[in-house]
T-cell receptor, first 111, second 115 residues
Framework: DAKTTQPPSMDCAEGRAANLPCNHS???????VYWYRQIHSQGPQYIIHGLKNNETNEMASLIITEDRKSSTLILPHATLRDTAVYYC????????????FGTGTRLQVFP | NAGVMQNPRHLVRRRGQEARLRCSPM?????VYWYRQLPEEGLKFMVY????????ESGMPKERFSAEFPKEGPSILRIQQVVRGDSAAYFCASSPFNAGPDGYTFGSGTRLTVV
């Protein structure tokens, strides 16, 4: 799996968009970008994934650069409940092996 | 359709006792993964199992730890002769056969405290 780099922490005001970056410069052609988050004391939760096109679901949007070497997870209107550690993971979709979690980005949403 | 069920949610053991953590995967899921999270640290992979088989145990400590996923019943993570350093949150995830990472579902974890 390609290695990812994320900032250790970020702050965001409630109601504003939270933009969480992830660098994955060694990503392979068949590897997707997946995002998970872990709210305090809970198990990780899948958010969204994408290959090269931008993706949007009810939770977030994912913007992947044209060269696929970086991506941004966007929470359009952050709430206090979005305070969590966000993990960016890159891997091939047919890989059933274990997920490897890095250190992630600790997002603090403040009132 | 219940999610991944882990029990107990909280477990307190004295040093030297055994801890048994249970994980019931989602219905139809044949793969189970165990992770450990020490206080203020990230999730560390421990073991990956399919029914009656251990596929990858590269993250399991060499001694005192074992895991199983029998043909019937939940997956069990067993820690013998617990020590204070085993205090952590233990998370289980399950996925169906051939699912990508978006198919993983995590349980709420078991918090083990060794006193």
């Amino acid at each position: 799996d390609a290695k990812t780099t994320q900032p250790p922490s970020m702050d965001c005001a409630e109601g504003r968009a939270a933009n969480l970056p992830c660098n994955h410069s060694t990503i392979s052609g068949n590897e997707y970008v997946y995002w998970y988050r872990q709210i305090h004391s809970q198990g990780p939760q899948y958010i969204i994934h994408g290959l090269k096109n931008n993706e949007t679901n009810e939770m977030a949007s994912l913007i992947i650069t044209e060269d696929r070497k970086s991506s941004t997870l966007i929470l359009p209107h952050a709430t206090l409940r979005d305070t969590a550690v966000y993990y960016c993971i890159v891997r091939a979709p047919d890989n059933t092996d274990k997920l490897i979690f890095g250190t992630g980005t600790r997002l603090q949403v403040f009132p | 359709n219940a999610g991944v069920m882990q029990n107990p949610r909280h477990l307190v053991r004295r040093r030297g006792q055994e801890a048994r953590l249970r994980c019931s995967p989602m219905k139809g899921h044949s793969h189970v993964y165990w992770y450990r999270q020490l206080p203020e640290e990230g999730l560390k992979f421990m073991v990956y199992l399919q029914k009656e088989n251990i596929i990858d145990e590269s993250g399991m400590p060499k001694e005192r730890f074992s895991a199983e996923f029998p043909k019937e019943g939940p997956s069990i993570l067993r820690i013998q002769q617990v020590v204070r350093g085993d205090s952590a949150a233990y998370f289980c995830a399950s996925s169906p056969f051939n699912a990508g990472p978006d198919g993983y579902t995590f349980g709420s974890g078991t918090r083990l405290t060794v006193v």
